[in-house]
C-alpha cells in the first residue's frame, strides 16, 4: 500500500457533515423557514403604502422605503423570491447538467463530441452579459430571469459530472451490469447517479448560490422581475430613489445583509461539500 | 503543436460565429416588433409617431421583408465590415461609442488584472502551501466572503463609508473636469480609487482561492515526497517543484479573466458612475437602445472568445505533455 | 549501521490506525535485506519513517540510528543533509513520482545539485553517467526527455539511479517493482543488484524479487515483523504459517494457495487484546492465538507464532 492511500485510509471520515456545512445548513434553514411562513412573520402587507422614511420604530421594526411600504414585511417576501429564483435556477442547472453529462458519458463517441463543443462554446459565451441581453429581449418575469441565468450557467457541473461518470463507467460493476445485458436507463439510475450523489448536491448549493448572486445583481440594476420584490429589488428602489445618498441604513442594509448571508449559507454547503466529495482541496 | 494550435483557433473561429448568429436571431425572434429590437425602443415609437414612412425606410434598409436568410447573409455581411448603425442618443456610430467607453474600463480593468493577479497568486501559494497554518486560517475566510458577497452589496457598502460618511473619495463620476495634466490625472485616480479597491480586492479573492487549492494538491503529489527525498528544503521544494506545476492551471484563469477585461466590472461602474463600456451596456439594456448593447454583447463575447483561445496557447507552450500531443486536457 | 528500534508509526486521525507495530530491524554495512509483505502491511510506512517523510498526522515512536544518531530527533538541516546524501529513499515508480514538467535528466541529477554543489548542466551530464550505469539506453535523449516519455520500467530504474546520485551509504527502495511485467521486473532487480557496496532495505510485495535482490528477509504482516531470517532459509524453510502461505502462492510454486477464507487485515490494530493477527486466515491456529505471541527466536531466526514457544 502506498503511503498515499495509507494517510488516507487513516483519514477516511464517515458521511459526516464539518462545522462549516453545519452553519451552511442553518442559514438555509432559517431562511427557508422564513420563506414559507412569509404570511405568518410578516406584520404588514408588503405593498401597502403609507408614510414614507420612517425610521426604525416599534410599529415598523425597519422602518419604511419611499412610498412608505414596511421594510420588514418587504423583506420577508423578499426571501421568497430570492430563494425561489435560486432554487429553481439550481434544480434546472443540476438537471440539464446531469442528463448531459449522463449522454456524453455513458454513450461516449459522437454524442460525447457534440456535447463537449457545446459545452466549450457555451463556456465561451460571457455569461452575465448574454443573460442581461437575453432579459433586456424578454418580457420582464421571474421565468425569463430563471431561463437566462441557467442558459450559462450549467456548464461548470457538466463538466465535473462528465469525468465523473466517464470514470465510474469504467469500474467493474458498471461493466458487469452492462455486461449481463441491463437496461442503460437502469444502470444510469441505479448505479450511476447515486454515485454522483454528494457531488450533484454540493454542485447544486454551489448553483443555488451563483444564481441569487446573480439575480441580485440583476434586480439591482432594475432588469429582474419588476412586479415581485427580491432583495435585489428592494436594493436598487433604495440605490436609485436616493436612499443611500440620504443614508437610509434601515432601507439598504437588510438587503445587503440577508443576500450576503443567503449566499454564503449555500456557499458554505457546496464549497465544503464539495470538499468531503473530494472536488477541492481543503479549505 | 500547431495542429493543436489551428484546432483550437478554429474553434474559436466557431465561437465567434455562433455568438454573431445567436445575436441575429435573438433580434428576429424575440417577442417584439424586429424592427423595434434594431433601432431601439425609443427611436422605434419616436418615428412610429412622427414618420412611419422613415421606419418602412429602415425596415427596407434592414431588409426585414426579405427572407429570414437573405436577412442574415446581409446581417453577416454589415458585421463584417463593423458597421453597427448609428447610436439614437448622440447620433454617433455605435462603434465609436462603444470603443470611448471601452478605455475607460481598461482604466479599471488592467490595473484589476495584474494587481489582483499577482496578489492572488503569492498568497494563495502562501496559504496553500502552508495549509493549516495562521496565515490561511486568518486570510481564507475572509477571502470566501469577498468571492462569494454580491459585488453590489460591498459596492454601496463602500460608497456609503468611504464616499458619504468620511467623505475621502468622491461619490461619482470619473472626472471634476476643468483640469489638465498631472492633475487630471491624480483626479482620475481619486474618483477610480474605490472601485478599483473594490475590483482588485473581488480579483485577488478569487485568485487567491484557486491558487490555493492548486497548490495544496500539488503538495500531497507523490514527486513532491520525491523531491525531498533527494533532501532538498522547504523553500526549494516550493520553488523548484510546486510553483511552475500550481502555475499552470492559474495561467488558464488569468486568461479567462484576460477575456472578461471589458465585460467584468458592470456592477461595480454602474455603482461608482464610472463611464464605462458596463456601464454603456446597462443603459443601453435599460433604455432599450439595441443596436448599442447588442455591440457591448458581441465584442465582450469575442474577448474572451480570445481570451481562452489564448490560454489554450499558453498551455500547449508551458506542458510538455501537450506539446508533444501525448496528451490532452 | 541503521538501526530500527522498536519503531511504532500510528496515524492520528479520527480514527486512529497503528501502521507500523513495534518493529526492530538492524541493518549492518553492506547488509541486503527485503520487507515482505502485502498491500497495507505497513513496509511502506517503515520505510517513510525512517527518512521522515511521513504525512504529517503520522507519530512515530522508537528509534532510528544512524551510526549511533538518532534520526527521529534529528532537526531539518541534518534531515536533508541525510537525504539522498548518506540514506537515499527511492520511492515507487508510478507514473507520478516524478515531476511532470521537469527534465528527467534534471530530475536524476538534483540530488547533486543538493549534496555536491553541482550547477544545473553538471548536474544533467552526470544524470546521463548514472542512467548509462542501468543501461537505460539512448541516456543523452533520455535525459533531456520529460518523464510521460518513459515506461514504468525506464522510470523505476531512472529512479533508482536519482537514488545513488549523490553516493548514499544506505539505499531504501520502496516497491521498485509494482506494476511491473517479468521482463522488467528481471531488469529492475539487475539494477538493484549493481549495487554492491550500499547497505540495501527494499519493500516489496514480490516474495521471488525479494529472493532475486536480499540476503536477509523481514516478513511483515498486519503492522508487525511475523518473520526474520535469512532470505534462503525462508524460502526453503520458512517457519510462520503467513510465510509459507506467501511461498506457497509464488508463481513457480504453481500459486497453490486455496484461500482459508481471505479477510483483508484492516484494522486499526492499536491493541494487542485480540490476539494473532494471522489468526483467522491461519491453517495452523490454536487455542493459544487468542493471544497475542511474542517473538521466538529459533536457532537465530525469528519468528512471531506460538508453534516455536519452547515452553512447550
Redo the contacts between chains.
Keep these: 500500500?502506498?503511503?498515499?492511500k495509507?494517510?488516507k485510509?487513516?483519514?477516511?471520515?464517515k458521511t459526516k457533515m464539518n462545522a462549516a456545512m453545519i452553519w451552511g445548513a442553518a442559514i438555509v434553514g432559517v431562511f427557508v423557514l422564513v420563506a414559507v411562513l412569509a404570511p405568518v412573520l410578516a406584520p404588514y402587507d408588503p405593498y401597502k403604502m403609507g408614510i414614507p422614511y420612517i425610521k426604525p420604530s416599534a410599529e415598523h421594526l425597519l422602518g419604511t422605503n419611499d412610498v412608505g411600504q414596511d421594510l420588514l414585511s418587504e423583506l420577508i417576501y423578499g426571501t421568497r423570491i430570492s430563494l425561489f429564483i435560486g432554487i429553481f435556477t439550481s434544480i434546472i442547472v443540476t438537471v440539464v447538467s446531469l442528463t448531459l453529462s449522463l449522454l456524453s458519458g455513458y454513450y461516449k463517441g459522437a454524442i460525447d463530441k457534440a456535447v463537449t463543443?457545446i459545452t466549450?462554446?457555451t463556456?465561451?459565451?460571457?455569461d452575465?452579459?448574454?443573460t442581461?441581453?437575453?432579459?433586456?429581449?424578454?418580457?420582464p418575469g421571474k421565468l425569463s430571469v430563471i431561463i437566462s441565468i441557467s442558459l450559462t450557467a450549467w456548464t461548470g457541473t457538466a463538466r465535473i459530472l462528465r469525468s465523473r461518470v466517464l470514470q465510474l463507467c469504467e469500474m467493474p460493476f458498471i461493466k458487469i451490469e452492462q455486461a449481463i445485458g441491463m437496461n442503460d436507463f437502469i444502470i444510469m439510475i441505479k448505479h450511476i447517479v447515486p454515485n454522483l450523489k454528494d457531488i450533484i448536491l454540493s454542485r447544486a448549493a454551489l448553483s443555488v448560490?451563483a444564481a441569487m448572486?446573480t439575480e441580485?445583481?440583476l434586480s439591482?440594476?432594475?432588469?429582474g422581475d419588476f412586479g415581485a420584490k427580491s432583495w435585489g429589488t428592494i436594493?436598487h428602489y433604495a440605490?436609485y430613489q436616493n436612499g443611500?445618498?440620504r443614508?437610509y441604513?434601515w432601507w439598504?442594509l437588510p438587503p445587503?445583509l440577508c443576500?450576503?448571508l443567503a449566499?454564503?449559507g449555500f456557499?458554505l454547503l457546496g464549497?465544503y461539500g464539495a470538499q468531503k466529495a473530494k472536488l477541492?482541496?481543503?479549505? | 503543436m500547431l495542429k493543436r494550435i489551428i484546432k483550437k483557433s478554429v474553434i474559436a473561429i466557431l465561437t465567434i460565429y455562433a455568438i454573431i448568429t445567436i445575436s441575429f436571431l435573438m433580434v428576429r425572434f424575440m417577442p417584439g416588433d424586429p424592427l423595434m429590437h434594431l433601432v431601439g425602443q425609443d427611436r422605434y415609437y419616436e418615428l412610429l409617431q412622427d414618420s412611419p414612412a422613415e421606419l418602412e425606410r429602415i425596415a427596407q434598409r434592414y431588409g426585414l421583408n426579405d427572407t429570414l436568410w437573405d436577412q442574415y447573409i446581409h446581417y453577416m455581411q454589415s458585421t463584417v465590415t463593423l458597421d453597427f448603425g448609428i447610436a439614437y442618443s448622440n447620433n454617433q456610430p455605435v462603434l465609436d461609442n462603444v470603443l470611448y467607453r471601452a478605455g475607460w474600463t481598461l482604466l479599471l480593468s488592467v490595473p484589476t488584472f495584474i494587481i489582483g493577479g499577482l496578489l492572488g497568486a503569492v498568497l494563495g501559494t502562501i496559504a496553500g502551501w502552508k495549509l493549516g497554518g495562521t496565515f490561511d486560517k486568518v486570510l481564507t475566510p475572509v477571502l470566501l466572503f469577498l468571492n462569494t458577497v454580491p459585488a453590489n452589496c460591498i459596492g454601496i457598502l463602500f460608497l456609503v463609508v468611504f464616499a458619504f460618511k468620511l467623505g475621502w473619495f468622491p461619490v461619482n463620476g470619473m472626472t471634476s473636469g476643468g483640469l489638465s495634466g498631472l492633475s487630471k490625472t491624480a483626479d482620475i485616480l481619486w474618483h477610480g480609487a474605490l472601485p478599483l479597491t473594490l475590483l482588485i480586492l473581488f480579483r485577488t479573492a478569487g485568485n487567491f482561492l484557486l491558487m490555493k487549492s492548486n497548490v495544496s494538491q500539488i503538495r500531497d503529489e507523490e514527486f513532491i515526497t520525491t523531491a525531498y527525498s533527494k533532501g532538498l528544503s522547504d523553500n526549494k521544494v516550493l520553488f523548484r517543484h510546486v510553483v511552475k506545476n500550481a502555475t499552470l492551471p492559474f495561467v488558464t484563469s488569468l486568461c479567462m479573466q484576460l477575456g472578461g477585461l471589458l465585460s467584468g466590472s458592470m456592477l461595480i461602474e454602474v455603482i461608482f458612475g464610472w463611464k464605462g463600456m458596463g456601464e454603456l451596456f446597462y443603459s443601453a439594456v435599460n433604455t432599450r437602445d439595441f443596436p448599442t448593447a447588442q455591440l457591448c454583447f458581441i465584442i465582450s463575447a469575442v474577448c474572451i472568445v480570445a481570451g481562452n483561445l489564448l490560454s489554450d496557447i499558453l498551455i500547449a507552450a508551458i506542458d510538455p505533455r501537450i506539446k508533444e500531443g501525448k496528451f490532452e486536457y | 549501521m541503521l538501526e530500527i528500534n522498536h519503531v511504532s508509526v500510528e496515524f492520528a486521525s479520527e480514527n486512529r490506525v497503528l501502521a507500523v507495530d513495534d518493529i526492530s530491524i538492524r541493518l549492518p554495512d553492506g547488509s541486503r535485506t527485503a520487507i515482505v509483505g502485502e498491500t497495507g502491511s505497513g513496509k511502506s510506512v517503515l520505510l517513510l519513517s525512517i527518512v521522515r517523510l511521513l504525512p504529517r498526522n503520522a507519530i512515530v515512536r522508537g528509534k532510528i540510528e544512524l551510526d549511533g544518531e538518532n534520526l527521529l530527533s534529528a532537526d531539518k538541516k541534518r534531515l536533508q543533509q541525510v537525504r539522498g546524501g548518506v540514506v537515499s529513499y527511492v520511492p515507487q515508480g508510478g507514473g507520478a513520482s516524478m515531476n511532470p514538467l521537469l527534465k528527467v535528466g534534471y530530475q536524476v541529477g538534483e540530488p547533486l545539485i543538493e549534496h555536491k554543489n553541482y550547477s544545473r548542466s553538471q548536474a544533467v551530464e552526470a544524470s546521463i553517467s548514472l542512467m548509462k550505469r542501468f543501461n537505460l539506453l539512448n541516456e543523452e535523449k533520455l535525459a533531456r526527455s520529460y518523464p510521460h516519455t518513459f515506461s514504468g520500467g525506464m522510470r523505476q530504474r531512472a529512479m533508482v539511479a536519482m537514488g545513488i546520485a549523490a553516493g548514499p551509504r544506505i539505499i531504501l527502495a520502496d516497491e521498485p517493482t509494482k506494476g511491473l511485467d517479468d521482463k522488467r521486473v528481471r531488469l529492475v532487480a539487475d539494477s538493484i543488484n549493481m549495487l554492491k557496496e550500499e547497505t540495501l532495505l527494499c519493500v516489496t510485495h514480490d516474495m521471488s524479487f525479494a529472493q532475486a535482490v536480499s540476503r536477509d528477509i523481514c516478513v511483515m504482516y498486519a503492522a508487525q515483523q511475523v518473520e526474520f531470517g535469512k532470505s534462503e532459509e525462508i524460502l526453503n524453510d520458512a517457519l510462520h504459517p503467513y510465510t509459507r502461505d506467501i511461498i506457497n502462492a509464488m508463481p513457480e510454486n504453481g500459486m497453490r494457495y486455496d484461500d482459508v477464507g481471505f479477510a483483508p487485515a484492516h484494522g486499526s490494530y492499536l491493541n494487542h487484546s485480540d490476539g494473532c493477527r494471522y489468526r483467522d486466515r491461519c491453517r495452523e491456529r490454536s487455542e493459544k492465538c487468542v493471544i497475542m505471541p511474542p517473538v521466538f527466536d529459533v536457532n537465530g531466526r525469528k519468528v512471531r507464532c506460538w508453534k516455536y514457544d519452547s515452553a512447550n
Design positions: 500500500m502506498s503511503t498515499e495509507m494517510a485510509r487513516a483519514g477516511t471520515k463543443a466549450n462554446i463556456m465561451g459565451l460571457p452575465l452579459a448574454l442581461i441581453l437575453l432579459i433586456a429581449y424578454l418580457n448560490s448572486m441580485a445583481g439591482f440594476l432594475g432588469l436594493l440605490f443611500v445618498i443614508n441604513y439598504y445587503i443576500t450576503s449566499v454564503l456557499m464549497y477541492v482541496k481543503n479549505a
